[in-house]
């Protein structure tokens, strides 16, 4: 009988509900509490777990649980202890074994190890309705893992400076921008204790107007506060001076890409982005780690394209996707906005496309297609477009955009939608409906009602006859390959180079136009904003990447956004593009089959003279080095293929394959 490593298990979703929950509940501004706004599902309070087994001698099986309730074997009740743990003889032959648990707190689990009764996997589950499922479990969470904690790791933090302000208090700066804990330890007479958190000196010494600020009533002894963003530390108290340390809380996730040229300012950019990365990538992917530190559906579609081009971790996608889809029933878009529920069912192709996980999609294919229903449910009746019902947000961009009747960007999404659904369909258990043909007969309707044939380009809306031109929608276009290669060059000529269209001003939107250019073959395009904006931060001392960078500012104007004096994240996740845009397009490195199963490498090196770079793909890496127009590759899996001036070779593994020019 082979032997399974036993692990917690518990119904699937439970485990990223609960820890959604607890994480949009952590948000803070100006001392108050600021809850997420949209609705966040619960897990199940009441689950069982089943298995039936065949011991194949007497043995002991050893049960522990989170919550409350009992174990059944064969129909005979043994009271378990509530969070507790018990032992029962189990003689060989055939068992039914049954849990039935209860955790209105946390989220029911159970754990069993003994012979072939580990609890894994392959245990079935239900919340007391007919369908049952299989359970869910992570490796990580063994014997002495609660799966209710998260399975964090914390190392400390060392402050590079320490300096007594002019008020009596201690400014500590840490260097780089971190998230943790901190420690205060403070002496009887002290008295109260002010301590304000700073991605920014200014904002650390600024009580008012920071973001994270408080007052701790007197104490006398240590405290822990709890984990936030800073990189500097303000702290004063009533008397004397208390001692201060902190600890850095992260996820052991490694790097498996790199990237070096002769470019010398591409090496910080590129340690920015990948600390910037590292820090919002959490329970789930972050928007930032000071302000919202929410889970956005349409940051997060960004974050999962950066995770292939840097460390390639399959798990914190699929425990994003699945905090983001919560639960059915739909009764509202993801995080309220229309777009963000479209990228969420590309993602999961997208996903799938780069995993072949194909287990992952079945499992949340109900949820799935049913948030798919929801979407087609607020449809225009007549023209079957996406458009704006009450507590819907049509967002794209914060940007100048005609939305007074059906917006183009919505469409072009929406008609990619209809594609991945039928992907999907393909591998999961999702109703095999007319996706293509209801796609086919909306791109008729757009190219009628939206597309410029004078400018070469697609309006906002056709209702309120501005014909307006940005360039979102022709992004998508591209992107998407939602019209053929002569209308694809006719935007990047007329929009995406000419003066049609303003400029765009996020770099939340900016990643997705700069994909466009690389899908287009314009890698210098990729390369001149890379370094004008993230070598602008970088000038400025940036540690992290900001939320929004505008070289026209200057000073204390860079922090702010929203109206607030330091509204502005300097450590947002969208940031962190560079990694890969230099990945897929400077690099080249693509799938071209499932899970890499097959992938090409098509070097653009642009105006760089030389670069060494190694790109993860499923399962492995690709290693790629270019000098005086010569390309060298090689991969540590099979089924690539190196193209380079009009040349093609299979990459072989283990060793590496040149390609010259001529």
């Not at 001392?31 to 194949?56: A, N």
């Amino acid at each position: 009988m082979t032997q399974h490593t036993p692990k917690w298990i518990w119904y699937p979703g439970d485990f990223e509900l609960y820890h959604n929950m607890l994480l949009h509940a952590r948000r803070e501004e100006h001392g108050y509490s600021y809850g997420c706004m949209w609705h966040l599902p619960r897990p199940e309070y009441i689950c069982q777990f089943y298995k039936t087994c065949t011991i194949p001698h007497d043995t002991t099986l050893f049960a522990a649980i989170k919550g409350e309730g009992y174990l059944s074997i064969d129909n005979y009740k043994y009271a378990v202890p509530k969070n507790g743990e018990t032992t029962v003889p189990l003689s060989a032959g055939k068992h039914h074994i049954l849990f039935r648990i209860t955790n209105i707190e946390q989220f029911p689990a159970v754990y069993a190890e003994g012979v072939g009764v580990a609890t894994d996997e392959s245990w079935e589950c239900d919340c007391l309705l007919p369908k049952r499922l299989h359970a869910a479990c992570d490796p990580v969470f063994t014997k002495t893992e609660n799966p209710a904690v998260f399975p964090f790791l914390y190392q400390p933090l060392t402050p590079v400076r320490v300096e007594p302000c002019t008020d009596g208090g201690m400014l500590y700066d840490f260097g780089v921008e971190s998230f943790g804990p901190v420690t205060l330890c403070a002496e009887s007479g002290m008295g109260t204790v002010t301590l304000v958190y700073g991605e920014s000196r200014e904002e650390a010494e600024d009580f008012n107007d920071a973001i994270v600020r408080e007052v701790l009533p007197a104490f006398d002894g240590s405290t822990t506060r709890p984990c936030r963003a800073f990189r500097y530390l303000y702290v004063k108290a009533e008397n004397g001076t208390p001692t201060l340390s902190a600890q850095l809380e992260y996820l052991p996730i490694e790097d498996k890409a790199s990237f070096t040229c002769d470019d010398t300012k591409i090496d910080s950019i590129w340690n920015i982005c990948s600390r910037t990365f590292h820090l919002n990538s959490r329970e789930f992917y972050l928007d930032g780690i000071k302000r919202d530190r929410w889970c956005w559906s349409g940051d997060a579609y960004q974050s999962f394209i950066v995770n292939r081009y840097l460390y390639f971790d399959p798990s914190i996608i699929r425990r994003t996707i699945r905090a983001l889809l919560g639960k059915r029933p739909y009764e509202q878009h993801i995080n309220t906005i229309n777009d963000y529920s479209a990228y969420l069912i590309i993602a999961v192709w997208e996903y799938y496309e780069s995993t072949g996980d194909a287990a992952f999609v079945s499992s949340i294919a109900e949820d799935l297609y049913a948030l798919f229903q929801f979407i087609c449910s607020r449809l225009d009746e007549e023209t079957g477009y996406v458009v704006a019902r009450p507590g819907d947000w049509i967002f794209i961009d914060w940007a100048d955009i005609d939305k007074s009747g059906p917006l183009c960007a919505e469409q072009i999404l929406l008609w990619q939608t209809y594609h991945v659904m039928a992907k999907l369909a393909e591998i999961a258990e999702i109703p095999c409906g007319h996706y293509i043909e209801s796609a086919d007969q909306l791109k008729a309707s757009i190219l009628r009602d939206f597309w410029d044939e004078e400018r070469g380009g697609f309006i906002d809306t056709y209702t309120s006859q501005e014909k307006h031109i940005t360039r979102h929608a022709n992004i998508f276009a591209i992107l998407y390959d939602f019209v053929d290669k002569d209308m694809q060059h006719r935007i990047y000529d007329s929009i995406l180079k000419g003066n049609l269209a303003d400029p765009i001003t996020t770099p939340y939107f900016k990643f997705f136009e700069l994909m466009a250019l690389g899908k287009m073959g314009d890698t210098v395009g990729i390369q001149d904003f890379i370094d004008s904006y993230w070598g602008g931060m970088v000038k400025l001392g940036a540690t992290s990447v900001w939320e929004q960078f505008d070289p026209r500012k200057e000073g204390r104007a860079h922090l702010e956004m929203y109206g607030e004096e330091y509204g502005c994240s300097l450590c947002h996740a969208w940031g962190s593009g560079p990694i890969a845009l230099l990945g897929r397009y400077c690099v080249g490195v693509k799938p071209t089959s499932i899970a890499y199963k097959t992938f090409d490498v098509t070097p653009n090196p642009g105006r760089y003279q030389h670069f060494n770079a190694v790109v993860p793909v499923c399962d492995g890496t690709v290693s790629v080095s270019y000098e005086n127009n010569t390309v060298t590759a090689s991969a540590t899996v099979p089924g690539g293929t190196l193209y380079w001036n009009n040349q093609s070779a299979e990459i072989p593994v283990g060793s590496a394959v040149t390609l010259s020019g001529k």
